[in-house]
């Protein structure tokens, strides 16, 4: 199968693969050393029950939304709008949130 698959289609797996290994071992560093070990299992699971809800709702409500817009434009437009406040977010915790919260643990 990967002789007669496109290269760019392999390397983006390659990618994705390499992106997903590195952020389970991120996930679970950054959990710990920002919630500490004690409550890590906790904190943990939460993190993972909300991100396996996205993961299961996220095809279905593209799945409705290309329906009922009759393209993917919309559903895609909302995605990348999610990604971009996800991002400023992120963005905005790691500069000042991040260093409140060392000082105070």
Do not use: C
Not at 26 to 44: H, K, L, N, P, Q
Not at 75 to 88: I, Q, S
Request: proline share 3%.
């Amino acid at each position: 199968v990967l002789a007669t698959a496109h290269p760019v289609a392999i390397a983006s797996a390659l990618v994705f693969g390499a992106a997903n290994g590195l952020m389970t071992l991120e996930r679970a560093v950054v959990i710990a050393d920002v919630f500490g070990t004690e409550r890590y299992g906790a904190v943990s699971g939460r993190v993972a029950t909300v991100a396996n809800a996205a993961r299961a709702a996220a095809p279905l409500a593209v799945g409705l939304l290309k329906t009922m817009a009759a393209s993917y434009a919309i559903p895609f437009l909302g995605l990348a709008v999610l990604t971009a406040v996800a991002g400023a977010m992120a963005w905005a915790w790691a500069r000042d949130g991040f260093a409140a919260q060392k000082t105070t643990v």
